[in-house]
């Protein structure tokens, strides 16, 4: 049973433009989201978080905004970089990173 | 090392045999934590660390997976009479405490039965 999903495969974007990468989740206990970037033969890498408290949170070229009422996150790239093309996981956590919920991540390809 | 660090990173081994797949921590993280990430899935929880003990050993997909933490540092994970489906990434992570939400991870250990 997936409690985090994201359900596009993958995404292009034009430099320059905003990639937005989506995430919906079931359980309504998640109190922490996280997105987590991957490299090819690497760990994820942690990007940005948000506590449920909150409705958006940005550090930098990097947005994540959460609607509890829908379940749903999202994560918005701007500018968007050649470097940013990896795969994007959404995760969400109930207490704590002890035990983190992933979604099956979103390939996302910047083209220069 | 700065980072968590995993061996080895690939591991092929046959059905039926023992592996053990180690991971090394941040210096002074005390939470570690084992995920497994199969094939176009995103990575699955498999246990937690606080120190020593395993406070969280839900993830476990049957007794043929052990984990073990005696000194509070390096971590070991143990898989018995290995099969074709073990097959996977098998990720570890590291916080500095359980309430850190920033946990950071391994490279993995990609583990082919074959």
């Known amino acids: 049973d997936q409690q985090v999903k994201q359900n596009s495969p993958s995404l292009s974007v034009q430099e320059g433009r905003i990639s937005i990468l989506n995430c919906d989740y079931t359980?309504?206990?998640?109190?922490?989201f996280l997105w987590y970037k991957k490299y090819p033969a690497e760990g994820p890498t942690f990007l940005i978080s948000?506590?449920?408290?909150?409705d958006k949170n940005e550090d930098g070229r990097f947005t994540v905004f959460l609607n509890k009422s829908a379940k749903h996150l999202s994560l918005h790239i701007v500018p968007s970089q050649p470097g940013d093309s990896a795969v994007y996981f959404c995760?969400?956590?109930?207490?704590?990173?002890?035990?983190?919920?992933f979604g099956t991540g979103t390939r996302l390809t910047v083209i220069p | 090392g700065a980072g968590v660090s995993q061996t080895p990173s690939n591991k092929v081994t046959e059905k039926g045999k023992y592996v053990e797949l180690r991971c090394d921590p941040i210096?002074?993280?005390?939470?570690l934590y084992w995920y497994r990430q199969s094939l176009g899935q995103g990575p699955e929880f498999l246990i937690y660390?606080?120190?020593?003990?395993?406070?969280?050993d839900s993830g476990l997909p049957n007794d043929r997976f052990f984990a073990v933490r005696p000194e509070g540092s390096v971590s070991t994970l143990k898989i018995q009479r290995t099969e074709r489906g073990d097959s996977a990434v098998y990720l570890c992570?590291?916080?500095?405490?359980?309430?850190?939400?920033?946990?950071?991870f391994g490279q993995g250990t990609r583990l082919t039965v074959v």
């Open positions: 992570a590291s916080s500095l405490n359980p309430t850190n939400t920033e946990a950071f």
């Open positions: 948000i506590s449920s408290i909150k």
């Open positions: 660390f606080q120190g020593t003990g395993a406070a969280d």
């Open positions: 995760a969400a956590s109930i207490g704590g990173a002890n035990n983190l919920f």
């Open positions: 359980n309504s206990m998640f109190d922490y």
């Open positions: 210096s002074g993280h005390t939470a």
